[in-house]
């Protein structure tokens, strides 16, 4: 719970509330995404993300 | 008040540790896992710092982590949504890692640092510090300046890439940034992908491959790829990366404007054209890195810089700007990797949250040396060294001087492990293998048969201060090999115009000063000065090689092999001497010859770690 709390608190200091359904909508898409794989390791040539 | 700085989790995990505002102790996570750029929670480097400081966890403060994950996390989904849908690839492989681990990192680091006894409020005990204050701080608190400007320079931190401060006392503001995607250590990190070396490690070889090439792409790099503004912001042209949206780091555009794809390394040769494109990203990066100092001194008229930032660690590009003599004086964080956040997060949390004085000593910087890491004392070393089955004979310290510097003078390949490892990424004459910067031979046997590592890649010297501007065209300290500068004139040896013609990596073989293991093809090197009194038997050595040989300059490379963290104990020292062509080693006061250790435990030290 503290995370969303504190995701909240972080979105009203950098006024970034637009981002709200694009976040819900990636974390859906990104939860699918996680559902339908196992590894969490990302082959990244620099793991800039 | 004691502060425990942490990095970790993207590369170079580490754990810094303020006692009062003095650097107890510092070191990296992979010196201990024996991982190389180690990325996980710096459980064991946390232990060392706690233990080198005679603490326990509960003495600790406040812990500060070395970045923001929220702030990264707004850069990742920004980013994706700005390209969108064309970095569907990357965000498919990004975003599981982010939903399942980074997101939390927060509950992951209070998780951690509960496991490993951090009792109380940890909402109140453990601080986030911004990826580039941490770097900034890391720059200005540990450098003996009372005031100056803080240029920070790196691949990505969380939004900026690139940030100016000003720093006073125990106050330092930051006062402009550039943000991702537009990076000058991206940018370097592209021409190191495209010329076939690893990104976040390859970047020294396409330094030390540039001397070898015509900086003949420069124009192009300046033209397409890069904005560069009077101020020494700039721009990348997006279409001829890939980062932001792939999984590689150039676009087909730049392999088009390059003349063909990313080099092979398990395939394709090093040739000339990749020399080229290696000086032309190093001359491209030098005048950016020196128009934006140039600005920032015109901007603020301070006469002190400071520099850290991956970036910082371009030597080439420093000894340049240095050269320049827009400042009086510059001080580049040792440790100016990420590792060195873990020691910049401690500082900002001890000065900027905690408001803490900051106690300068006039002249002196607060790294003392960078020698920050493990010791052993004489008893440790030996029962260690018996442990692994090593044939050793214990000397004092006098004797132990005189026979390596005999050993040395009869070119003979040398281990020395002495005193506290160092923190950063350089040895400093804590982990070192040393040679005679005088043989024309050593630089290959080193190269080739100690270190495992491609013939191209030249060697640095460490010489005595006092002696250094005989030997170089320098008059300030560089105890961190953080500066590179020219062999003086008289020197030098000319090439004759048929040895000029030779081939890049050829020309290597020539002897091109009276101390050719150390000077490169453009007869610049990489230089240590070292101190008296920051480490005396160092000095002391090359003090007696000196004597000796007449000769006050050594070489001196890291104590490891290719894609192998730097030695960390006498167990790891023995390991690598027998694994290797090394043919002394000096553990402390123990001192060991190759031909008189058992041939049994011989090691293919060759094959045994991943190539970096």
């Not at chain 1, 509330?17 to 590894?39: A, E, H, K």
């Not at chain 2, 580490?14 to 006692?19: F, H, K, N, R």
């Not at chain 2, 690839?89 to 990004?94: D, E, I, L, P, R």
């Not at chain 2, 001080?331 to 956040?341: K, L, R, S, T």
Request: aromatic share 10%; net charge neutral.
């Amino acid at each position: 719970m503290s995370f969303f709390s504190e995701l909240w608190a972080f979105m009203r200091v950098r006024k970034k509330f637009w981002l709200l359904p694009i976040l819900i909508m990636m974390v859906l898409m990104g939860g699918l995404i996680v559902l339908t794989q196992g590894s969490t390791v990302a082959p990244f040539i620099y793991t800039l993300f | 008040m004691r502060i425990l700085g942490i990095s970790a989790f993207y590369h170079d995990s580490a754990a810094a540790l303020l006692d009062n505002g003095e650097i107890a102790a510092a070191a990296q996570e992979e010196r201990f896992t024996r991982k190389k750029h180690d990325s996980g929670f710096p459980h064991r480097a946390i232990e060392f710092c706690l233990k080198q400081a005679g603490l326990k966890i509960d003495d600790v403060d406040f812990v500060v982590f070395y970045d923001k994950p929220f702030l990264k996390f707004e850069r990742l989904l920004e980013t994706y949504l700005a390209f969108a849908p064309r970095g569907f690839v990357s965000f498919q492989k990004a975003i599981p890692v982010w939903l399942k681990e980074k997101l939390f990192q927060k509950k992951l680091l209070q998780d951690e640092l509960k496991k490993i006894g951090v009792e109380g409020d940890l909402e109140k005990k453990l601080l986030f510090s911004e990826h580039h204050l941490s770097h900034a701080a890391s720059a200005f608190f540990a450098s003996p300046f009372e005031e100056a400007a803080v240029l920070t320079m790196d691949g990505v931190g969380e939004w900026a890439t690139t940030s100016f401060g000003h720093g006073k006392g125990n106050d330092l503001k930051m006062v402009r940034e550039i943000h991702f995607p537009h990076s000058l250590g991206l940018l370097y990190s592209a021409f190191t992908y495209y010329t076939g070396f690893k990104v976040n490690s390859g970047e020294y070889k396409v330094m030390g491959l540039a001397p070898y090439g015509e900086p003949k792409y420069t124009d192009k790099i300046l033209q397409h790829l890069i904005d560069l503004k009077e101020d020494g912001s700039f721009r990348l042209d997006l279409s001829y990366f890939n980062y932001c949206t792939g999984l590689t780091m150039t676009s087909q555009k730049f392999h088009d404007l390059f003349g063909g794809p990313p080099r092979q390394p398990d395939k394709d040769r090093l040739d000339q054209r990749h020399m080229d494109l290696a000086a032309s990203v190093q001359d491209a990066t030098e005048r950016i890195v020196i128009q934006l100092a140039g600005a920032i001194q015109k901007e603020t008229g301070l006469k002190n810089l400071c520099l850290a930032g991956g970036v910082a660690l371009n030597c080439v590009a420093n000894g340049k700007l240095l050269r320049k003599k827009y400042f009086d004086h510059i001080w580049i964080q040792p440790a100016a990797g990420d590792a060195g956040g873990a020691l910049g997060a401690a500082l900002a949390g001890h000065h900027l949250f905690k408001k803490q004085p900051r106690k300068l000593t006039p002249g002196k910087d607060f790294m003392r040396g960078s020698y920050l890491g493990p010791e052993f004392t004489q008893e440790e070393i030996q029962t260690r060294l018996e442990s692994v089955g090593a044939q050793f004979t214990v000397l004092d310290t006098d004797s132990m001087i005189d026979q390596c510097a005999r050993a040395l003078a009869d070119e003979k390949a040398l281990g020395w492990f002495q005193g506290r490892m160092e923190f950063g990424p350089r040895a400093l004459g804590g982990r070192s293998i040393l040679g005679d910067a005088r043989s024309p031979s050593m630089q290959s046997v080193l190269n080739l048969k100690v270190k495992f590592r491609e013939s191209f890649r030249p060697f640095a010297p460490s010489v005595l201060r006092e002696d250094v501007a005989d030997w170089f065209e320098i008059g300030e300290d560089s105890p961190y090999m953080l500066l590179v500068a020219d062999v003086v004139q008289n020197r030098r040896i000319a090439m004759t115009e048929e040895q000029k013609a030779l081939f890049g990596i050829d020309k290597l073989n020539i002897p091109r000063s009276d101390i050719p293991a150390v000077t490169h093809v453009d007869y610049s090197a990489r230089i240590q000065t070292v101190h008296a009194d920051t480490n005396p038997a160092y000095h002391q050595l090359i003090s007696r090689f000196k004597e000796l040989t007449g000769c006050p300059v050594i070489v001196n490379t890291s104590f490891n092999v290719r894609g192998e963290p730097i030695v960390c104990t006498p167990e790891d020292a023995f390991r690598c001497f027998m694994g290797t062509d090394l043919d002394v080693l000096a553990v402390g006061g123990c001192l060991m010859l190759k031909e008189e250790q058992d041939p049994s435990l011989k090691l293919n030290y060759a094959e045994a770690f991943e190539l970096d």
